[in-house]
């Protein structure tokens, strides 16, 4: 890629150490990173085909949303909903920058020289990286309770609590963007030049702030695989459960099988960049102040990383939109309606029953 030797930096690089622009030789790689991994049409295909999945993901979940009397599955839409926004509006702010400048090359020292941009493109990346994780926990744990712990609520989550817990993820994940920006850690432009993150420099900062995200991150998809494997054994039970039929369970069963879904493609997608960046700061702490540059190597799979990343934002719709019953029974016709979650509770009052 004529990155030349990355472990001795040159003049430039090394006066530049201490901004966002001293992890790798930018001039060098803004004039050779002609490659198929670097192309504009490669970013631009991604882009669109993220964006319009994710619109028309919304459109179904908004079209579903008005035809459902079940407040339980009017709860998990919203936090489908707010999944959906979220891969959207990540895929909209990164890509209006990261695009032009694959077509323009422009040189981030002479066009943000303050850092300002690149500050806000590695929030962004940190920011809307985090939230589909945590959501994905979130919608996990709301989705154990309501199968698993039907007696400690009277009813559902309403759709304005949903919202609210939607938003505090929101809020959380903008704090924990926000943290290099209030000096802990810093975001750097990384290779080739187009796209700014989290640094893997063995500094203090950096370190603790690439530990904290990648850690959250790893903790998020653990929690979502313990309480969905734990919601699936409970359905698994009222499946063979002939005794009582109270409402069917279709619904429920299309809920777990979303959330299953996501949380596999959220495993698949983000685990390895999440390990990849434990290992490298963990590995880089003996040589502590003395690398001011990533090894080439580190730079380009980590752009690897982030581009199975990318297909997260890009698959997480549709999900939603091949996993529901509409179109399960037109594969399977053969499908039948089962015993509701409720059936396992046979001695629940009628009135509860109904609010459940």
């Known amino acids: 890629m004529g990155w030349g030797d990355m472990e001795t930096p040159n003049g430039s690089a090394a006066g530049q150490s201490d901004t966002c622009f001293g992890v790798f030789n930018a001039n060098d790689s803004r004039t050779n990173a002609q490659t198929s ?18 619109l028309f993901a919304l459109c179904v979940l908004l079209s579903s949303s008005r035809k459902l009397s079940s407040q339980a599955r009017s709860s998990f839409l919203v936090f489908l909903c707010g999944l959906v926004v979220t891969d959207f509006m990540g895929l909209l702010v990164t890509a ?5 400048y694959h077509f323009i090359k422009f040189a981030w020292a002479e066009v943000d020289p303050g850092c300002h941009l690149c500050n806000f493109l590695g929030f962004s990346m940190v920011f809307f990286g985090q939230c589909p994780l945590l959501l994905g926990a979130t919608m996990a744990g709301e989705r154990f309770f309501g199968i698993n712990h039907p007696f ?10 949903a919202w609210s817990i939607v938003g505090l993820v929101w809020g959380f994940s903008c704090l924990l963007g926000l943290l290099p920006v209030l000096g802990l850690g810093r975001y750097t432009l990384q290779y080739p030049g187009s796209w700014c993150f989290l640094t ?10 690439c530990l904290v995200f990648a850690l959250l991150g790893i903790f998020s998809v653990l929690l979502s695989f313990i309480f969905n494997t734990v919601s699936v054994v409970t359905l698994c039970r009222v499946y063979h459960d002939r005794e009582s ?14 959330l299953v879904g996501i949380m596999i493609i959220a495993t698949i997608c983000w685990m390895p960049l999440l390990i990849f960046i434990i290992q490298t700061v963990l590995q880089q702490l003996p040589a502590s102040g003395r690398i001011q540059m990533l090894p080439t190597e580190t730079q380009k799979m980590l752009l690897i990383y982030i581009r199975m990343v990318t297909w997260n934002q890009i698959l997480d719709p549709w999900v939603y939109i091949l996993f529901r019953r ?3 029974q037109r594969i399977y016709p053969s499908l039948r309606p ?3 979650i409720i059936s396992l509770y046979p001695m629940l009052n009628p009135s509860l029953r109904r609010k459940l």
Do not use: Y
């Open 37 to 54: 991994i670097t192309s504009p049409w490669f970013s631009t295909a991604f882009g669109l085909i993220g964006l319009c999945s994710n």
């Open 96 to 100: 209006s920058v990261i695009i032009p």
């Open 152 to 161: 400690s609520r009277s009813t559902s989550i309403s759709k304005r609590r």
């Open 200 to 209: 893997l420099l063995p500094d203090t900062g950096n370190v603790i702030f």
């Open 245 to 258: 039929v109270q409402r069917r369970r279709d619904s429920e069963v299309e809920m777990m099988v979303q």
């Open 326 to 328: 509409a179109v399960l």
């Open 338 to 340: 089962r015993p509701s």
